[in-house]
Structure formats: C-alpha cells, structure tokens
T-cell receptor, first 115, second 114 residues
Framework: AQSVAQPEDQVNVAEGNPLTVKCTYS??????LFWYVQYPNRGLQFLLK??????LVKGSYGFEAEFNKSQTSFHLKKPSALVSDSALYFC?????????????FGAGTRLAVHP | EAQVTQNPRYLITVTGKKLTVTCSQN?????MSWYRQDPGLGLRQIYY???????DKGDVPEGYKVSRKEKRNFPLILESPSPNQTSLYFC?????????????FGPGTRLTVL
C-alpha cells in the first residue's frame, strides 16, 4: 500500500535561513509526489509535484523539492525562509490503483519561521 | 475565477441531526473527492467521484453519503452525525481522472457535533 511519512511535527527556522521539510514515501511502482501548503483558515494550495524527469522540482513561492529514489524521499526546500512561509505543509503520493486520482497524505509538518 | 466552494464554512450541530455540506467547482472537473482532516492524521479520503453518477468509498466512508447528480456539485451528507465526525472537511476536484494533475481544494468546513 502507498504511504507517506513526515517525521517532524514542527520545524522552526529563522527568517533568511534555508529550510527543509522532510518527506519519505513507500509506493509500489513509480511514485507521483506532491507538496501542498495550508495557511490558517484556508484550504490546501498546490506547491509542486514530481511525476518524472529532473530530480529537482521547482514550485510556487520559491519552493523546490528534491526527489531521491534510493532514499525514497521527497524533501521540500527553500533557500531563504520568510515569516510568511509559516504554515502547515503536507506531502502526498498519488494512489493510482483503480484508475482514480486519490492522494495519500502525510500527517503534516508545521513550519514556524521566526523573525 | 477557478475555484472550489464549500458551504457552510462553520457548522455546530447536535448528534443525530441530518446535515449536508455542499461542494461546487467551476472548472468542469470530472474527479471530485471529500477528505477529512484530523490532527496528527493528515487528510483522509471519505468518498470520491470519477464523474456524474459514479461514486465510490474512500478510506473512511462510515457515517457519510455522497451524490453526484451534476458534474459541478458533490454534496457530503451526514444522515445521523456523531461526535467522532467532528472534524475539518475539504472538498477537492481535478481533471482528468487518472492523470497526474494537482487537485484543487475548497476552503474547508469545520464541523462540530455535540
């Protein structure tokens, strides 16, 4: 069965420092991986996805993610954190079984960027 | 503006009183889905629909019903709500079914069942 793990409940970063939010996955077959962000009182917003090709994926708001097949990881990164990046981040893997577009989500990681 | 809308955004109700949460999308998406979000558990799929009149159970369907009579609407029905259904609910849509396109999420409905 497909699964996603986000090992950190919370990540604390100082503004201007690089940030990493970790995600590992377990899938049968090719992984299709996504990152979403949830701001307070808002729905989830798509950040980026990995389907195939280049292992470094660039997304919205200056975020990028590195796909590592040998480590089964898809960590979210940003070179310089902003206070406005503080939010809840979800990693997800597409479950294509049955031909539908179901997402399996991790538990989420709360990112706190301090001034 | 392309969007998924949900109503109501907040709802407090009592055990056993039937309720419906509406979801509508204006992007002509075939695929729609309902998730519930609980702390420490992420989002879990309740029901999904691949197109009009085609629905199926997700991972946590007990206590919920859905219908898909029109392409744009996908209401979530709780016939007899219980306190363990207190949660944050999200509707999502994407197109086409079977693709790798990202899903678009509604703003969420926070439900409290007393």
């Amino acid at each position: 069965a497909q699964s996603v793990a986000q090992p950190e409940d919370q990540v604390n970063v100082a503004e201007g420092n690089p940030l990493t939010v970790k995600c590992t996955y377990s899938v049968s077959g090719n992984p299709y991986l996504f990152w979403y962000v949830q701001y307070p009182n808002r729905g989830l917003q798509f950040l980026l996805k990995y389907i195939t090709g280049d292992n470094l994926v660039k997304g919205s708001y200056g975020f990028e993610a590195e796909f590592n097949k040998s480590q089964t990881s898809f960590h979210l990164k940003k070179p310089s954190a902003l206070v406005s990046d503080s939010a809840l981040y979800f990693c997800a893997v597409r479950d294509g079984s049955g031909g539908y577009n179901k997402l399996i989500f991790g538990a989420g990681t709360r990112l706190a960027v301090h001034p | 503006e392309a969007q998924v809308t949900q109503n109501p955004r907040y709802l407090i109700t009592v055990t056993g009183k039937k309720l419906t949460v509406t979801c509508s999308q204006n992007m002509n998406h075939e695929y729609m889905s309902w998730y519930r979000q609980d702390p420490g558990l992420g989002l879990r799929q309740i029901y999904y629909s691949m197109n009009v009149e085609v629905t199926d159970k997700g991972d946590v369907p007990e206590g919920y019903k859905v219908s898909r009579k029109e392409k744009r609407n996908f209401p979530l029905i709780l016939e007899s709500p219980s306190p363990n259904q207190t949660s944050l609910y999200f509707c999502a849509s994407s197109s086409p079914t079977g693709s790798y396109n990202e899903q678009f999420f509604g703003p969420g409905t926070r439900l409290t069942v007393l």
